[in-house]
């Protein structure tokens, strides 16, 4: 095997290497994860241009007075 060849073998497990590593080291990043997950949950529950969907408010208004009936009638 000529120093080339090896030479070129090195380089390409670096690559390998430092590939694996940044692929550790963004499944180890809990923060970055995180805040990526908010920024998904965020723009699934808002608007194009950041107002609440009307949509989830009717719900969560829904399951307001369902749950303020329900304890309601039980009190009763």
């Known amino acids: ?11 390409r497990s670096r690559a390998q290497l430092a ?7 963004a499944r180890l990043d809990v923060r970055s994860r995180a805040k990526a ?6 723009d699934r529950a ?8 009307p949509d989830l408010l009717a719900g969560a208004a829904a399951a ?5 009936t329900l304890m309601w009638w039980r009190r009763r």
């Open 1 to 11: 095997m000529s120093i080339a060849t090896q030479e070129r073998e090195v380089e």
């Open 19 to 25: 590939e694996t590593v940044d692929a550790l080291h």
């Open 37 to 42: 997950r908010m920024q998904v949950a965020q």
């Open 46 to 53: 808002t608007t194009d241009d950041g107002k609440p969907r």
């Open 64 to 68: 307001l007075v369902g749950l303020v």
